[in-house]
């Protein structure tokens, strides 16, 4: 039986703790309770987590569509350039109104995944640099953005890639009467909201702004009367719907809203030699630094880790295993 350390209490870490298992696992995070940090919109492509978890996921038929500019090079192109600075052909080449087969995840998704956990095996309150210092040297598991762990690590400053990353503001509403699943993308670069959601009965409307600068449009949302409503409302139009299928409204920030690609020769680099000086495995989409990464493909990734980590498998597996 081997002893997992795993820094990140998200679905990726808690994802990775109850694969590892029945080895020792001891999941660490900063913050003080169990965290819901996965602010964008929730839909896995395949049941393959919820089978592997135990968990049971709904399939919907899921509708995508887009508030088209007049043709599909130029949506494409500004609504790349609206939500990562740069014009390139992204996901939205992809979009087309045929319904495709999601996978959701129940309501309390988070929590399933932590409950076969004993309270021994959750430590909250404790940043990376502390967890790392507080067992014997194991195979750790970092689901921490990979500039962090460069900094923990003390990683020459010479071999780090740029890493680009935009933030957001995402409003989420609660809504009455609805259970739907689908996509509005809006390329336009005169509006900020460049996507609107649904999954069930929840909507989430993503903003981006290109200066990075939100303290505008935060204190209107801070009116909630006027601000909030008014933002809310259109997102809602736009979906065929009205502010009378309101429950409940929040709004939040994002770090991460998007990352772009870096030099794919330091971040492989990097990841390989976590490994092989520290016995650190980067894990997600953050931690491998890889923009298309999906929950779904996390799977495999654990399972490469598991074998690698016993030795039970090689580096080549390592590295097909991160998209090598």
Not at 146 to 160: A, E, F, G, I, K
Request: charged share 25%.
């Amino acid at each position: 039986m081997r002893n997992y350390k795993i820094i990140g209490a998200g679905m990726a870490g808690l994802l990775a703790g109850r694969m590892l298992k029945p080895d020792q696992v001891m999941i660490f995070d900063k913050q003080e309770s169990l965290p819901n940090n996965h602010h964008a919109v929730l839909r896995f492509r395949s049941s393959v987590v919820g089978d592997t978890l135990g968990i049971p996921f709904r399939e919907v038929k899921c509708i995508r569509d887009v508030e088209t500019l007049g043709n599909a090079i130029a949506d494409n192109l500004s609504y790349s350039r609206k939500v990562t600075g740069t014009a390139t052909l992204r996901s939205l080449s992809s979009v087309s109104s045929k319904p495709v087969t999601r996978y959701i995840a129940p309501p309390d998704f988070i929590q399933q995944m932590a409950k076969p956990f004993e309270e021994d095996e959750l430590a909250f309150g404790l940043e990376a640099r502390e967890a790392l210092g507080l067992m014997p040297r194991s195979p750790t598991i970092s689901t921490i953005p990979m500039p962090s762990l460069m900094d923990l690590l003390d990683y020459p400053s010479h071999l780090r890639p740029n890493f680009e990353s935009r933030s957001g503001l995402v409003v989420k509403a609660r809504l009455n009467g609805v259970d739907a699943h689908a996509t509005l993308y809006v390329p336009s670069a005169k509006n900020l909201l460049s996507r609107i959601s649904i999954t069930g009965d929840e909507l989430q409307a993503e903003y981006y702004a290109s200066d990075g600068n939100y303290t505008a449009l935060e204190l209107y949302l801070n009116d909630e009367e006027d601000g909030n409503r008014a933002l809310l409302s259109r997102a809602l139009s736009k979906m065929g719907l009205d502010f009378s299928a309101v429950e409940s409204s929040s709004w939040e920030r994002m770090k991460y809203a998007k990352i772009l690609p870096c030099d794919d020769n330091l971040r492989k680099r990097f990841i390989l030699w976590a490994s092989e000086e520290h016995d650190i495995f980067s894990l997600g989409r953050f931690a491998t630094w890889r923009p298309k990464l999906l929950l779904d493909d996390l799977v495999n990734d654990i399972r490469i880790i598991r074998n690698l980590s016993s030795g039970k498998s090689s580096d080549t597996r390592y590295k097909q295993a991160l998209n090598w």
